[in-house]
């Protein structure tokens, strides 16, 4: 599979707990994007990251979120202390350096109870 | 910050008609519009982009034209078939950042 992956793809979770999702870019794509979409809106960005570097985070993005991308290929996305509102489409996309196109993967579909 | 507004949120069309979906920017340093389209529970594809430096693109059926002084872009599509009901966002970019800002999006049905 030559696409843009992330697991789980579906996560059921209690208020306060810790949840972490990964995402597997396309490879050679050294750009990798985290957007957070609610039902009915666009995706909204929180962070990216060129190779390994976070380049930027969106200030919405509360201390209880992290994300990193240690080797420069796969990236983790942490949400520590589950709040009811975190419940959303966690969307990673992909991209080379240097093009336009974000490919973006199947999504990890938070459920918080 | 950049912000993008979209319209209509629904577009209900025949069969064979054009569909036109709008939106506007509001950071003049936007350079890079693309347009996705997402069917129901699958992830947000890439159908047509197009830069600043441009004024038109077009993509058989499918094309997009930008205002820059006006800071609006449209997608049109022509001849709608069934397989085109899906929610279209579209989103801006500026070169000082690689964040796509997305539209709150348009759900298009086509009639048959």
Redesign the interface.
Same mark, same amino acid.
């Given at each position: 599979d030559t696409g843009?992956s992330q697991d789980p793809r579906h996560k059921i979770t209690k208020r306060g707990q810790n949840v972490t999702f990964r995402c597997d870019p396309i490879s050679e794509h050294n750009?990798l =994007?985290w =957007?957070r979409q609610t039902l009915?809106?666009? /995706?909204? $960005?929180l962070t =990216?990251f060129?190779n390994e570097a976070q380049?930027?985070k969106?200030r919405l993005l509360s201390d209880r979120f992290s994300a990193e991308r240690p080797k420069g290929s796969f990236s983790t996305l942490e949400i520590q202390r589950t709040e009811q509102g975190d419940s959303a489409m966690y969307?990673c996309a992909s991209?080379l350096a240097g093009g336009?196109?974000?490919? $973006?993967? /199947?999504?990890t579909r938070l459920t918080v109870l | 910050g950049e912000n993008v507004e979209q319209h209509p949120s629904t577009l209900s069309v025949q069969e064979g008609d054009s569909a036109v979906i709008k939106c506007t920017y509001s950071d003049s340093a936007s350079n890079y519009f693309p347009w996705y389209k997402q069917e129901l529970g699958k992830r947000p594809q890439l159908i047509i982009d197009i830069r600043s430096n441009v004024g038109e693109k077009k993509d058989q059926r499918i094309a997009v034209t930008l205002n820059k002084t006006a800071k609006h872009f449209s997608l049109h599509i022509t001849e709608t078939q069934p397989e085109d009901s899906a929610v279209y966002f579209c989103a801006g970019r500026m070169d000082s950042s690689y964040k796509l800002i997305f539209g709150s999006g348009t759900r298009l049905l086509v009639r048959p």
């Open positions: 843009v750009r =994007y =957007y009915g809106q666009g /995706p909204e $960005f =990216y060129q380049l930027e969106s969307l991209s336009n196109e974000q490919f $973006f993967g /199947p999504g | -």
